[in-house]
């Protein structure tokens, strides 16, 4: 099978991210009727980071996935995840990408897990279509099981196992065969809070374990506190970001920082959040002044 098409651009270029968006139109066609459901979304992802993506129904979420996975493509603009161009792969080179360079966890478990199969045999088949020695596939079986604390469900079926569990099982699948990234889809969305925490407290560990990169979508904004980026979608572009570290003080006490910023995409445009208009009554027209160190924004016919 011919390898995924890659792009100059990110050959041995280790400060680029690993997760390229930049201008990305989605348009979705139903009869005579176009809906665009992304409208120039800019997206960068590093390597071995962690980030939630966050947006109400129809913002465009799924759309991005499905795009990352190789299973949709964009209408318009770029996407690059590590050496691939998913805008110029064939169709057997996407089968080869979402096989070799991506791991998929999703919210319904029945599409995670096969359902005739253990645990162990689910981990295994990623690694069957990847070509790997049937002694070598049980014994990467049995690391990623124990890895993700799951191991004693080694001969169990889906059936058999917790919601929690067959998500931990679904992310060693994800897992298998080492991919650049795991995109997870409302991974914990059928799971309780303290289940939910649990899963990303694996998925953070493969993030920074391996230096995998994970990208989380999900409408339930609480997630953003399990992660170090959270990155808003609103009609179908990037409006903000919201960006945590840990600050240690001088007597040695740790406390998390969140700072949130405005997203501004290639062209300067800048989504401006509802509750900054509503509050400053902004409306059509802004005007804007440049100071020495930032820019003031008024109400139009205001001083």
């Not at 795009?67 to 996407?79: K, N, R, S």
């Not at 991506?102 to 599409?111: F, S």
């Not at 990467?140 to 099981?145: D, K, N, S, W, Y």
């Not at 506190?225 to 970001?241: F, H, M, P, Y």
Request: glycine share 8%; with cysteine.
């Amino acid at each position: 099978m011919p390898a995924p098409s890659r792009t100059s651009a990110n050959s041995g270029d280790l400060t680029r991210p690993v997760i390229v968006c930049e201008s990305v139109v989605r348009i979705h066609k139903h009869g005579n009727i176009e809906v665009q459901a992304l409208q120039g979304l800019d997206l960068h992802v590093d390597k071995g980071e962690m980030i939630a993506v966050v947006g109400p129904s129809g913002a465009g979420k799924s759309t991005l996935l499905s795009i990352l996975a190789g299973a949709d493509e964009p209408t318009a603009g770029t996407v690059n995840v590590g050496e691939w161009d998913l805008t110029s792969m064939s169709r057997a080179e996407r089968v080869a990408y979402r096989r070799g360079a991506v791991g998929l966890v999703q919210q319904q478990t029945a599409r995670n897990l096969i359902s005739y199969l253990t645990a162990t045999q689910n981990v295994q088949v990623p690694l069957g279509l990847a070509g790997i020695a049937h002694s070598k596939r049980a014994a990467r079986a049995t690391e990623l099981l124990d890895r993700v604390g799951v191991g004693y469900c080694a001969d169990r079926l889906p059936r058999q196992m917790s919601g929690g569990e067959q998500q931990r099982v679904a992310i060693a699948v994800a897992l298998a065969n080492e991919p650049h990234v795991v995109l997870a889809d409302e991974p914990t969305g059928e799971l309780d809070t303290e289940t939910s925490h649990d899963i990303f407290g694996v998925l953070r560990a493969a993030s920074a374990e391996d230096g995998i990169t994970v990208v989380v979508v999900t409408h339930d904004p609480t997630v953003s506190t399990q992660v170090g980026r959270t990155v808003a979608i609103r009609d179908g572009r990037t409006s903000s970001e919201v960006v945590r570290h840990t600050r240690t003080n001088d007597d040695g006490e740790s406390h998390e920082i969140s700072q949130e910023y405005a997203v501004m995409d290639r062209a300067g445009r800048v989504q401006v959040p509802r509750e900054f208009r509503e509050a400053l009554e902004l409306t059509r027209r802004v005007r804007l002044t440049l100071e020495a160190d930032h820019l003031s924004m008024w109400p139009d016919g205001q001083s």
